[in-house]
């Protein structure tokens, strides 16, 4: 057997062929995307109705880690899941499915009465039940392997998911001393609203007076920066965007934020694998150029993530109707994504000065 020498223009060779074969071959980086939070559960539109049970079975469906709710007293003092004062909005006669002309409040019904006379809206039939109490909606959030997010006032809310989910639950409130309360007997992760003040600093030191595991949540998009999100995280703390509409859930997401409350948008999530990928690599586009992919079939229970790796300026329509302008001096990774029903997937991107995508990939998930 003939044994082959290697000298230094055969090395240099072999050198050479490694950065040719390195720089052909994309570098992937898994971005650190948002944990998912499903606002009043995964409602969808006319279909599954907001804070119900089935909002809690469609977020497992869907991926989402958790569910936001809202916690509100009866007249007899029994804790249900709605968010507005009134049951007009949301709610229909149980006796006839007819919709409610006059103000129905809530603290104005039993829960006898409640139960009885009325039910949540839906094209389907079968989704027109009942306003769920607290405990009934914590149940289906542990038969589904979902964190429940509690948005209330009511101190006994919060014992109750203590009860039922140790400290893994979430406290979500404008009030310190709520938040110091809940930590008398939950170490669970709180998230207050900083208001107007926008001293990430400020925020820091209020956190931790609160102690334990905690961060902020905002409704205020000009609040996020770049450097208030490092700050708070590098601090240990979380950063929640809390029902940004789009566009700016996405400038919410490349700033840092840790969690995305949302009532729409979707990150690529590693728990399910894709009907179809799409994917591109190293295009130069014009002004005016266009990338564009629609799928042939609709699909029932949907997503569709859009990762994109580019420098100029780009915009990127979802289902021709989530639209997003997006821009970069330097290369940079950018994702985009959102949940739909009884939808053809689609995406078009489109430069708005010569930019060059290096990579663009698309997920489209079947739930």
Aim: a neutral charge; charged letters at 25%.
């Amino acid at each position: 057997m003939k044994t082959f020498k290697t000298g230094k223009a055969g090395i240099l060779l072999m050198i050479a062929m490694a950065l040719f074969t390195t720089s052909c071959t994309r570098k992937t980086v898994t971005p650190d995307y948002p944990t998912m939070i499903a606002h009043r559960g995964c409602w969808l539109k006319g279909l599954v109705p907001e804070n119900s049970v089935e909002a809690v079975r469609m977020a497992k469906r869907f991926g989402y880690t958790g569910i936001e709710c809202d916690v509100h007293y009866t007249k007899d003092s029994v804790m249900v899941i709605l968010h507005d004062k009134t049951l007009n909005r949301t709610a229909r006669r149980a006796a006839d499915y007819g919709k409610l002309e006059q103000p129905v409040k809530l603290s104005d019904l039993t829960f006898e009465e409640l139960r009885r006379d009325y039910v949540l809206a839906s094209s389907d039939p079968s989704l027109r039940t009942p306003i769920p109490t607290l405990t009934e909606l914590l149940s289906a959030c542990k038969e589904n392997g979902i964190t429940p997010m509690l948005h209330s006032s009511l101190p006994e809310s919060y014992r109750v998911a203590q009860e039922m989910f140790g400290d893994e639950w979430i406290c979500f409130h404008g009030s310190d001393s709520l938040h110091k309360l809940v930590r008398t007997f939950s170490n669970c992760l709180t998230l207050l609203d900083p208001g107007a003040d926008k001293s990430a600093e400020s925020a820091i030191e209020r956190l931790n007076r609160i102690g334990g595991r905690a961060g902020i949540s905002t409704m205020k998009k000009e609040l996020l920066t770049q450097p208030y999100c490092q700050a708070l995280r590098q601090a240990g703390y979380e950063v929640q965007a809390s029902i940004f509409p789009c566009p700016h859930e996405a400038q919410a997401t490349r700033n840092g934020v840790s969690i995305l409350l949302t009532d729409f948008s979707l990150m690529p999530n590693s728990k399910f694998k894709p009907w179809d990928v799409w994917e591109s690599e190293h295009t130069t586009m014009l002004p005016q150029e266009k990338i564009e992919k629609k799928w042939a079939e609709s699909i029932d229970y949907g997503g569709l993530t859009l990762e994109l790796d580019f420098k100029g300026t780009v915009e990127v329509r979802l289902n021709n109707e989530n639209i997003y302008t997006l821009t970069r001096e330097d290369y940079g990774q950018d994702c985009v994504g959102l949940r739909f029903h009884h939808s053809v997937p689609s995406f078009q991107i489109e430069a708005k000065d010569s930019t060059d995508l290096k990579y663009v990939k698309s997920n489209v998930y079947k739930f």
